[in-house]
């Protein structure tokens, strides 16, 4: 019965949803350059994302985000799910990185350009430096914070390793850097499928780690501490390929 609702109903209802809250996003852009209403809307689409897909999203330890303060938000990513899913429950002012090719994606692409994402180009070092320092410079002059799935991409079946791109960012803002565990999206909607399957989504916030006195020498060390307690507050294991301890 739920995978007919989820091709009558959620399937086409997201469609449709993407298509009409890219529009007012895009409108909002007219006025508004700071990218501020846009991101409203984009908590209102995601809300309406997870209740056309029948699911529901749990949120334990939010009172340990300051709202007046700014982060880099670190998740696990599992699902296409993962970002309605801290969009429409985090209750903070943040932008986040999303692949080069989204942008050219229309509505969804216009959105993610005229809120201020930033694209990331993969396997381009170069490309990827220079991200990361906007990403620092959006954190330190809009006083916003930004997230990140530093895994590179969704994970299929358990927690990848994670890149340094996080911690380099949170360093070099002189911001905290906070672990957020979600748990239940890969059931939502797995990857290669399209079919939404309704659950509970868990998501999970730790505490917000210091980067106060460090240096870009720490930025290994910090990377596996992230990675330490994300896997932790999901109940998985560090792969053993993940990022050793920097210097």
Request: charged share 20%; with cysteine; glycine share 8%.
């Given at each position: 019965?739920?995978?007919?609702?989820?091709?009558?109903?959620?399937?086409?209802?997201?469609?449709?949803?993407?298509?009409?809250?890219?529009?007012?996003?895009l409108?909002?852009?007219?006025?508004?350059?700071?990218?501020?209403?846009q991101?409203?809307?984009?908590?209102?689409?995601?809300?309406?994302?997870?209740?056309?897909?029948?699911?529901?999203?749990?949120?334990?330890?939010?009172?340990?985000l300051?709202?007046?303060?700014?982060?880099?938000?670190?998740?696990?990513h599992?699902s296409?799910?993962?970002?309605?899913?801290?969009?429409?429950?985090?209750?903070?002012?943040?932008?986040?990185?999303?692949?080069?090719?989204?942008?050219?994606i229309?509505?969804?692409?216009?959105?993610?350009?005229?809120a201020?994402?930033?694209?990331?180009?993969?396997?381009d070092?170069?490309?990827?430096?220079?991200?990361?320092?906007?990403?620092?410079?959006?954190?330190?002059?809009?006083?916003?914070?930004?997230l990140?799935?530093?895994?590179?991409?969704?994970?299929?079946?358990?927690?990848?390793?994670?890149?340094?791109?996080?911690?380099?960012?949170?360093?070099?803002?002189?911001?905290?850097?906070?672990?957020?565990?979600?748990?239940?999206?890969?059931?939502?909607?797995?990857?290669?499928?399209?079919?939404?399957r309704?659950?509970?989504?868990?998501l999970?916030?730790?505490?917000?780690?210091?980067?106060?006195?460090?240096?870009l020498?720490?930025?290994?060390?910090?990377t596996?501490?992230?990675q330490?307690?994300?896997?932790?507050?999901i109940?998985?294991?560090?792969?053993?390929?993940?990022?050793?301890p920097?210097?």
């Amino acid at each position: 019965m739920w995978k007919v609702r989820s091709l009558l109903i959620s399937f086409p209802g997201i469609i449709l949803a993407t298509i009409a809250m890219g529009s007012i996003s895009l409108a909002c852009s007219l006025w508004d350059k700071t990218g501020v209403s846009q991101h409203r809307v984009a908590q209102w689409w995601s809300r309406m994302l997870l209740a056309l897909g029948f699911l529901k999203c749990r949120a334990i330890g939010l009172e340990k985000l300051d709202p007046a303060r700014s982060y880099v938000l670190v998740s696990n990513h599992a699902s296409y799910m993962d970002t309605p899913a801290i969009m429409g429950t985090i209750p903070l002012e943040f932008r986040f990185f999303a692949k080069h090719g989204l942008f050219s994606i229309p509505f969804l692409g216009w959105h993610l350009r005229h809120a201020g994402h930033l694209p990331v180009v993969r396997d381009d070092p170069r490309a990827s430096i220079k991200a990361m320092a906007e990403g620092a410079k959006l954190i330190r002059e809009r006083g916003v914070s930004l997230l990140l799935f530093p895994e590179g991409g969704r994970s299929e079946v358990q927690i990848q390793p994670f890149k340094e791109g996080a911690a380099y960012i949170a360093i070099k803002a002189g911001v905290p850097i906070v672990p957020i565990g979600l748990v239940g999206t890969r059931v939502a909607l797995p990857m290669h499928s399209a079919i939404v399957r309704p659950t509970t989504i868990q998501l999970l916030v730790g505490d917000p780690i210091e980067t106060t006195g460090l240096s870009l020498h720490d930025r290994g060390r910090l990377t596996a501490d992230l990675q330490e307690r994300v896997a932790s507050l999901i109940g998985e294991k560090v792969p053993t390929a993940a990022v050793p301890p920097g210097e």
